[in-house]
């Protein structure tokens, strides 16, 4: 069965550290995709990336950058030069197929980052 | 504004009462699912369904029901079976599989 794990329970850091979120997955299959949501004090999920599993490119958007590496079976989450905004609770989730062709995800059980001023 | 509309987002239930929490999108979104979430533990899948009329039995599905008769509505049934209910509710759709799923903002359910 798929499985995330998000070693980091919580991590605390000083506003403009950069920090790096670790995510290492376990599956199977070999087409899948992976996610990261981010989840504000608020309470909803906010969609941050998707990443298939035959495109193995470093994505960086503005100060997020994620680094995928299928030989580890990791897919880690940097922000750089955080920000107090930047406070939130972060999920890695991977898809698996489910019964009847269809697809569902699971999710690890996050990492808590909170940035201070 | 397309988005998904969870609510109440407050709810609150007696012994042995069954609770409906709701859930619309207006996204045309083919998929919608229903999440549990408890401190530490992340979300973990209680239902979900690919079109209308049909849905699937997630990791938790125990003590839940649910109904998909229109495409935007995706409403669960807390019954009174699920003994531990207090929890954050949060559901879902994605236009099709393997796309990102968008979220709405959750209801809080607790026990009097």
């Known amino acids: 069965a798929q499985k995330v794990t998000q070693a980091q329970t919580e991590i605390s850091v000083v506003e403009k550290e950069d920090v790096t979120l670790d995510c290492v997955y376990e599956?199977?299959?070999?087409?899948?995709?992976l996610f990261w949501y981010k989840q504000p004090p608020s309470g909803e999920l906010v969609f941050l990336i998707r990443r298939n599993s035959f495109d193995e490119q470093n994505e960086i958007s503005g100060r997020y950058s994620w680094n995928f590496q299928k030989s580890t079976s990791s897919f880690n989450f940097t922000i750089t030069a955080s920000q107090v905004v930047d406070s939130a609770v972060y999920f890695c989730?991977?898809?698996?197929?489910?019964?009847?062709?269809?697809?569902?995800?699971?999710f690890g059980k996050g990492t808590k980052l909170t940035v201070n001023p | 504004d397309g988005g998904i509309t969870q609510s109440p987002k407050y709810l609150f239930r007696k012994e042995g009462q069954n609770v409906t929490l709701s859930c619309e999108q207006n996204l045309n979104h083919d998929a919608m699912y229903w999440y549990r979430q408890d401190p530490g533990q992340g979300l973990r899948l209680i239902y979900y369904s690919q079109i209308v009329n049909d849905f699937q039995k997630g990791d938790i599905a125990e003590g839940y029901s649910v109904s998909r008769e229109k495409k935007e509505s995706f409403p669960l049934t807390v019954t009174s079976a699920q003994k531990n209910p207090t929890a954050f509710y949060l559901c879902?759709?994605?236009?099709?599989?393997?796309?990102?799923?968008?979220f709405g903002d959750g209801t809080r359910l607790s026990i009097l």
């Open positions: 879902a759709s994605s236009i099709t599989r393997y796309q990102p799923q968008h």
């Open positions: 599956t199977r299959d070999t087409t899948y995709y």
């Open positions: 989730a991977l898809s698996e197929v489910a019964q009847g062709g269809s697809e569902k995800l699971v």
